[in-house]
C-alpha cells in the first residue's frame, strides 16, 4: 500500500509570511495527490491538486509542487492571513480509487 | 452544489451495542469512503465503495462492515462497539472515472462509546 508522511505537524508563521508543508510517498504508482484544509469543527474541503504528469501548480496564494523522482509534493501558501488558520491534509491516490492521507499540519498565523 | 451528508453529529453508545453511521450524497458519485480521524492520525481509510454492492476494505476495517445497496448511500456499521472506536467519522464521496477526482466530505459524526 502507499504510506504517505506530512511534516511538520504543527506550523506557527506571521501573518504576511510564506507557510510550507511538505510530504512523501511511497508508491511511485500514485498519480494524483490533493490537499484538503480542514477549519476547526468543519469538514475538510479540497483546496488544491495536482496530477503526477505536472510539476506545479498555483492558485491565487496557494501552490502545490511535485517531484516524482524523490516522491515528494509540498503546498506553499504566501502572504499568509488570518484565515488560513487550519490543519491542512496532503493525500496521494493509487491503486483503485484508493487515497492515503498524511497525519495532518495544524497551521496557525498569528496576527 | 454537492452534498454529503450523515444521519448523526454526535452519537453516545454503550460497549456492545450494534451501532450505523449512515451517509448519503446527492450528486450520483460512483465511489464513497469512511473514514475514522484521530488526532495526530489524520484520516485513516476504512472501507470504501466503488458501485453499488461493491465494497474493499481499506487500512483499518477490523470492527467494521458496510453496506452499500443503494448508489448515494453508504452505511457504515459497527457489530460491537469498543471503546476504542471512539472517534470521529467522515464519510466522502467521489466520481469514480475522468477528471473530477476531489473527494467530498460529509461533516463528520462523532462518536463516544462508554
Known amino acids: 500500500g502507499e504510506n504517505v508522511e506530512q511534516h511538520p505537524s504543527t506550523l506557527s508563521v506571521q501573518e504576511g509570511d510564506s507557510a510550507v508543508i511538505k510530504c512523501t510517498y511511497s508508491?511511485?504508482?500514485?498519480?494524483?495527490f490533493p490537499w484538503y484544509k480542514q477549519e476547526l469543527g468543519k469538514r475538510p474541503q479540497l483546496i488544491i491538486d495536482i496530477r503526477s504528469n505536472v510539476g506545479e501548480k498555483k492558485d491565487q496564494r496557494i501552490a502545490v509542487t511535485l517531484n516524482k523522482t524523490a516522491k515528494h509534493f509540498s503546498l506553499h501558501i504566501t502572504e499568509t492571513q488570518p484565515e488560513d488558520s487550519a490543519v491542512y491534509f496532503c493525500?496521494?491516490?493509487?491503486?483503485?480509487?484508493?487515497?492515503?492521507f498524511g497525519t495532518g499540519t495544524k497551521l496557525q498565523v498569528i496576527p | 452544489d454537492v452534498k454529503v451528508t450523515q444521519s448523526s453529529r454526535y452519537l453516545v453508545k454503550r460497549t456492545g451495542e450494534k451501532v450505523f453511521l449512515e451517509c448519503v450524497q446527492d450528486?450520483?458519485?460512483?465511489?464513497m469512503f469512511w473514514y475514522r480521524q484521530d488526532p495526530g492520525l489524520g484520516l485513516r481509510l476504512i472501507y470504501f465503495s466503488y458501485d453499488v454492492k461493491m465494497k474493499e476494505k481499506g487500512d483499518i476495517p477490523e470492527g467494521y462492515s458496510v453496506s452499500r445497496e443503494k448508489k448515494e448511500r453508504f452505511s457504515l456499521i459497527l457489530e460491537s462497539a469498543s471503546t476504542n472506536q471512539t472517534s470521529m467519522y467522515l464519510c466522502?464521496?467521489?466520481?469514480?472515472?475522468?477528471?473530477?477526482?476531489?473527494?467530498?466530505f460529509g461533516p463528520g459524526t462523532r462518536l463516544l462509546v462508554l
Open positions: 450528486m450520483d458519485h460512483e465511489n
Open positions: 493525500a496521494a491516490k493509487w491503486g483503485y480509487q484508493k487515497v492515503t
Open positions: 508508491d511511485s504508482a500514485s498519480n494524483y
Open positions: 466522502a464521496s467521489s466520481f469514480k472515472l475522468g477528471g473530477q477526482k476531489a473527494q467530498y
